[in-house]
């Protein structure tokens, strides 16, 4: 069974960065696509960022481009998300899986932004 583990999230204020980190383990995640979504209260969780197999292509959504940056490492079954310039909008649990999410669901990790 493979565990997704999210770690780095936090409280900061609007400007501020973060990095997380989504640790794999049970079986490697080398061969998929990953992502990273986000939950706000109220709303669905929605895809933020994608990287490919090969780590050659990336995807963000419109709200996040230019401030996140998605990387991998699949030597350490790890991907990470960095954030910088943080908007309040951001504030959400913050989850990572294959895309199209494939595993279990991991707990997040919570991200607060404030103004």
């Known amino acids: 069974q493979v565990q997704l583990v999210e770690s780095g999230g936090g409280s900061v204020q609007a400007g501020g960065s973060l990095r997380l980190s989504c640790a794999a383990s049970?079986?490697?995640?080398?061969?998929?696509?990953m992502g990273w979504f986000r939950q706000a209260p109220g709303k669905e969780r929605e895809l933020v960022a994608l990287?490919?197999?090969?780590?050659?292509?990336?995807y963000y959504t419109d709200s996040v481009k230019g401030r996140f940056t998605i990387s991998r490492d699949d030597a350490k079954n790890t991907v990470y998300l960095q954030m910088n310039s943080l908007k309040p909008e951001d504030t959400a649990i913050y989850y990572c899986?294959?895309?199209?999410?494939?595993?279990?669901w991991g707990q997040g990790t919570q991200v607060t932004v404030s103004s």
């Open positions: 899986n294959t895309n199209p999410p494939k595993r279990v």
């Open positions: 049970g079986r490697t995640f080398s061969g998929d696509a």
């Open positions: 990287i490919t197999r090969s780590g050659n292509s990336t």
